[in-house]
């Protein structure tokens, strides 16, 4: 909750320092305790640019293109749990922000985002690089303000890094027309902040956190569905700790992944869309879901109608508006996961909650050994480089308490997921919500800037690096050493996938044939690049890559009718069309290349017997 | 997460920040989750940093649970209340301009005698009528003016306050 690292100087007899405007934002932010921010300057940032000259503090990383600058401010939070801050300029600046500050609300990332804007007297007016940043972005941001009076900057960016940082984060944006900027004032930083109508619950209510116990007393197929929001909460222990004591297996989300350790046997991993086959069908099975900071997005879900069809609901989040916004649930508990799976557990043991999982965790031990992740090695039947297989051998390779890896979007984001171990939160970042292609590169340096002595490796595809390939200049020149592990298939991979199931082929703009040369992309900004095409020379190649000095890319070849294996089968045509097929049930599945009917039907065979056992019971 | 089943008229009387722009948050916030403004009105407090913003929407019961969640979750909202029980009293001013030949305007007043109406502005060939009264009364008022032509209709929006 950015507590004043550091305070500035200040005249207590004359009310503060005099300073202009731009002065105070950035005595403001060194007050934060602000070390890095992000940025690209313009003509309305210009007397901010000139007071950051001045800065001892702060660190400022000029980005190759604004949406890079947030992406990596947001790479930076999502490392390190601090605020991560952005500085441009007006018009088109703040209007290359946008995509940026979505990729963060949708995910819950605390940015400051300040903008330079036009001055007071011209707004409304069309003036030269005028754009109403502060309209918009109102409905991706946590909060705005348009600054009027320079006598309320401090105050705004206290509140801002408050609000930031605090509850459910999420970006908020400061518009900072250029005669508040110029203009005078004491500056004094504020400590306390005085919103009253911003009071987040942190605190569970112990009456639900009784229930919820009680329910899990109750329950034999009890599991834990865990979301980005155990990481921003800190709560990785206290959830280790409640899964241990009611022995339930756990599932992650995307922005989940790192929660809870991938080395736990009851880890499940990632279910959903692309999750695993046993993932799903646990998550259909269970008679006791505990959601805790996630949000039943579709992503998740597939078929809202039909997910977890037999299960209560403990739903756990610091957001009450995510509470039945997807699904109902019986148990609803509002504030901060780490304090709620804390009395969680306490209230269990006063209970002397003996688990009653075996039978539960055998079934599913059962459909792991069935459903595994497909392992095929380094190489195809055909002969080309198997992207699971390369991924495999780079999670070996990586140090998990010594390595973040980021993703751009598409098939190679979803291999990642499948397929990268994970032990820590926050070893793990991905646009989910958003789904940003050209997020990965900037938010990699972003990370690498947070975390210099950890090794920070993209993995992307040809399409999403060229989103922001520009950013391969801003690693070079800020120092930030990253890796990236390219997967080109020449094409826009996961449409290719979703045309060649579910559009007959026709494989309409999603073919990248005339890709540039990458790896002389790479060494035009100064990186080290190599190209691999042959799966004998994958292993020395990762070697290479991860021994590698400086930023550096590795361009793996691979096929491009690789699939991402499982996959959601599409419902029936009734159901909720999201995206471009219609959703289907989780525990409906499409195996590998063909329908495996096969293995449907004895999970399937399985429930209905289950079902069938507790209707029994229940007369 | 629009109007689905058990759909209802409803009430928000939203107490938010008298700041530039807190308007556009809420009416934007209502938009972008798909339900339909019917009526929206704005005005001071008592406290002059508050303002009082009234939404009449038609919603089910839980499209209008997470509205108001989400509502919440703006910064410049203070509080909000659902009036959409019997127990508000709910008012709206209603300016009605009405064909009225001399040979039809004693029965035009007289009708506006029953609903405790006033003539506001008496024109060569028209009448206008200041109304006051909640959706019922104006719409009775309405019915029965309509059969004079009705020339135009101006409302205020609805403003509603909890008995007691
Ligand atoms: C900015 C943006 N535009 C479009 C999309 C839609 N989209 C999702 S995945 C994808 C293809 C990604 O291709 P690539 O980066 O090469 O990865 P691959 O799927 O081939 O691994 C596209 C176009 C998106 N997610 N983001």
Known sequence: ?619 | MSADTNSQRRILSILVANRSGVLSRVSGLISRRGFNIESLSVGPTEDATLSRITVIMVTSDTAFEQLTKQLHKLIDVHKIVDLTDENAIERELVLIKVNAPAEQRSEIIEIANIFRAKVVDVGKAALTIEVTGDEAKIKGIEDLLRGFGIKETIRTGVIAISRG
Request: proline residues 5%.
């Open chain 1, 1 to 619: 909750m950015g507590k004043a690292g550091k305070t500035v100087q200040s005249d207590e007899a004359a009310g503060g320092q005099l300073m202009s405007g731009a002065q105070a934002i950035v005595a403001a932010l060194e007050a934060e305790g602000v070390e890095l921010i992000f940025g690209y300057p313009g003509g309305q940032a210009l007397q901010i640019y000139d007071a950051l000259y001045d800065s001892q503090q702060i660190r400022h990383i000029l980005a190759r293109h604004e949406q890079g600058a947030v992406h990596e401010a947001d790479g930076y939070a999502r490392a390190s749990g601090r605020t991560g801050v952005v500085v441009v300029t007006s018009g088109p600046g703040a209007t290359n922000t946008v995509t940026g500050i979505a990729t963060a609300y949708m995910d819950s990332v605390p940015l400051v985002v300040i903008c330079g804007q036009v001055s007071s007297s011209v707004i409304g007016t069309d003036a030269f690089q005028e754009s109403d940043i502060t309209g918009i972005t109102m409905p991706i941001v946590k909060h705005s303000y348009l600054l009027q009076d320079v006598a309320d900057l401090p105050r705004t960016l206290r509140e801002a890094f408050y609000l930031a940082n605090s509850g459910r984060p999420g970006p908020v944006l400061i518009d900072v027309p250029s005669d508040i900027a110029a203009a005078e004032l004491h500056f004094t930083y504020p400590d306390e902040v005085n919103m009253p109508s911003y009071k987040p619950t942190l605190k569970g209510n112990p009456r639900q956190i009784r229930q919820a116990a009680s329910m899990i007393t109750d329950a034999t197929r009890p599991l834990i569905y865990a979301g980005g929001g155990i990481i921003a909460s800190g709560a990785s222990p206290e959830l280790a700790e409640l899964a241990e004591l009611i022995q339930a297996p756990v599932v992650t989300t995307l922005l989940g992944k790192g929660a809870y350790p991938a080395s736990s046997p009851l880890n499940l991993g990632m279910f959903g869309m692309h999750g695993s086959k046993y993932a799903n069908y646990a998550v259909s099975a269970a008679d006791l879901v505990i959601a805790v900071g996630a949000r039943f997005s579709d992503r998740d879900t597939g078929r809202l109608a039909s997910f977890a069809r037999e299960a209560n609901v403990v739903h756990i989040d610091i957001d009450p508006a995510e509470i039945g916004k997807n699904r109902a649930s019986e148990v609803p508990i509002v504030g901060d996961a780490k304090g709620i799976l804390a009395a969680l557990s306490e209230q269990l043991r006063k209970l002397a909650h003996t688990p009653r999982t075996a039978d539960w965790l055998a079934q599913i031990a059962i459909w792991q050994a069935d459903h595994p992740f497909y392992h095929p090695g380094l190489a195809t039947p055909t002969g080309s480089i198997a992207p699971e297989g390369v991924l495999d051998r780079l999670s070996e390779l990586l140090d998990p308490a010594a390595s973040i890896v980021t993703t751009e979007v598409g098939q190679h984001q979803m291999w990642a997921a499948q397929h990268i171990q994970r032990e820590l939160p926050r070893s793990f970042l991905t646009s989910g919500g958003l789904g940003t292609m050209g997020y990965g590169l900037p938010a990699a340096i972003g990370a690498k800037l947070a975390c210099p002595d950890k090794l920070v490796l993209c993995v992307a595809g040809d399409g999403s690096l060229q989103m922001n390939s520009q950013e391969m200049a801003t690693a070079a020149v800020s120092g930030a050493d990253v890796k990236v592990l390219l997967l080109n298939n020449s094409a826009l991979g996961m449409v290719h996938q979703w045309q060649q199931l579910f559009y007959d082929k026709r494989y309409s703009a999603s073919l990248l044939e005339d890709n540039p040369n990458f790896v002389k992309l790479a060494e035009a900004y100064s990186w080290t690049a190599q190209r691999v095409t042959q799966p004998e020379d994958v292993e020395a190649a990762l070697q290479w890559l991860l021994a590698s000095e400086g930023p550096a890319l590795l361009e793996v070849r691979i096929d491009c009718d690789e699939d991402v294996f499982p996959m959601l089968a599409p419902g029936s045509p009734l159901d909720a069309v999201i995206g471009a097929v219609n959703i289907g049930a989780l525990d409906d599945m499409i195996d590998g290349k063909d329908w495996c009917e096969q293995d449907d039907r004895q999970a399937s065979a399985w429930m209905l017997a289950h079902r069938a056992a507790a209707k029994e019971e229940a007369k």
